[in-house]
């Protein structure tokens, strides 16, 4: 099982739409996690941490789920400023501070 | 507003060429670190360093080194460019202190390698 797993997508989804990505997760000992935002052709940006059940800000909720190792990303309301990649990021067994990227999921909100 | 700034947004070098990219961050950051982004294999960590002249390999060092000598500079070299160095380079920055990895990104260095 690779470190860290997403579907790239394109998720093409209407303004207004509710959108959920899945992350999947090897490493049972990662104790945080993360999601970060990449627009084109930019640098990432973090977006949430998921320290324990989850998180909720705004329009977006991370859930961690331990038993099948995987996180989420639920995103209500799409807007079209929503567009971009989604990376999932876990701390890796590597050593202090080291993480280990997604590939990421695209997500394309349509008008 | 604090930063991460890279040198160059886009760079074009011959194979067999140095190249040195450039990172500079304000953020009084102890942990500095660059990675490469490829299509459809994300960012992938090259070196990492927790201190001024430390440095250690990420998992893809082969090719390229770095330096540190001040807390707020981490530089990237690559000793003699080759085709398949050619990709997006992002440097980025994070706080000692464990429990927040959270990265502070520059905006990226886009090496093409001829």
């Known amino acids: 099982r690779k470190e860290v797993e997403q579907d790239p997508g394109p998720f093409n989804v209407p303004e207004g739409a509710t959108v959920a990505f899945n992350c999947t997760y090897s490493?049972?000992?990662?104790?945080?996690f993360f999601w970060y935002r990449q627009d084109c052709r930019k640098e990432p940006k973090l977006l949430m941490s998921?320290?324990?059940s989850g998180n909720e800000d705004g329009r977006f909720t991370a859930q961690l789920n331990r038993a099948s190792q995987y996180i989420s990303l639920l995103i209500r309301d799409s807007k079209l400023s929503d567009s971009a990649t989604y990376l999932c990021?876990?701390?890796?067994?590597?050593?202090?501070?080291?993480?280990?990227f997604g590939t990421g999921t695209k997500l394309q909100v349509i008008p | 507003d604090v930063k991460v700034t890279q040198s160059s947004r886009y760079l074009v070098k011959r194979t067999g060429e140095k190249v040195f990219l450039e990172c500079v961050q304000d953020?009084?950051?102890?942990?500095m670190f660059w990675y490469r982004q490829d299509p459809g294999l994300g960012l992938r960590l090259i070196y990492f360093?927790?201190?001024?002249?430390?440095?250690e390999k990420g998992d893809i060092p082969e090719g390229y080194s770095v330096s540190r000598e001040k807390k707020e500079r981490f530089s990237l070299i690559l000793e003699s460019a080759s085709t398949n160095q050619t990709s997006m380079y992002l440097c980025?920055?994070?706080?000692?202190?464990?429990?927040?990895?959270?990265?502070?990104f520059g905006s990226g260095t886009q090496l093409s390698v001829l």
């Open positions: 998921v320290y324990s």
């Open positions: 980025a920055s994070s706080p000692r202190d464990r429990g927040d990895e959270k990265l502070f």
């Open positions: 490493n049972s000992a990662s104790q945080s």
């Open positions: 953020m009084d950051h102890e942990n």
């Open positions: 990021v876990v701390p890796n067994s590597g050593g202090y501070q080291k993480v280990t």
């Open positions: 360093s927790y201190d001024v002249k430390m440095k």
